[in-house]
């Protein structure tokens, strides 16, 4: 059995702090690996939760949060 948690603490800064962006962060990117996208990261053969990859690449720094700019910018 393999890594099976990945602490909030080592993800809050990669989200600016906000645990709702985080969420939004990691289910686009779930839904992008459950639908095929390659892993931007070198996996352990036994993790297969998308969730958890989109986790792992969030904690590495390969996916960022990145603020929309507001239709008056």
Do not use: F
Not at 46 to 51: A, G, L, N, Q, V
Request: glycine content about 8%; proline content about 7%; overall charge positive.
């Amino acid at each position: 059995m393999g890594i099976e948690y990945v602490p909030l603490e080592t993800l809050l800064d990669k989200s600016g702090g906000s645990v709702y962006k985080l969420v939004i962060m990691a289910s686009q990117r779930a839904l992008e690996l459950s639908e095929g996208a390659v892993p931007l990261i070198e996996m352990p053969k036994d993790i297969e939760k998308p969730t958890l990859k989109a986790l792992l690449e969030i904690q590495s720094g390969k996916i960022k949060y990145v603020p929309k700019k507001s239709k008056g910018s």
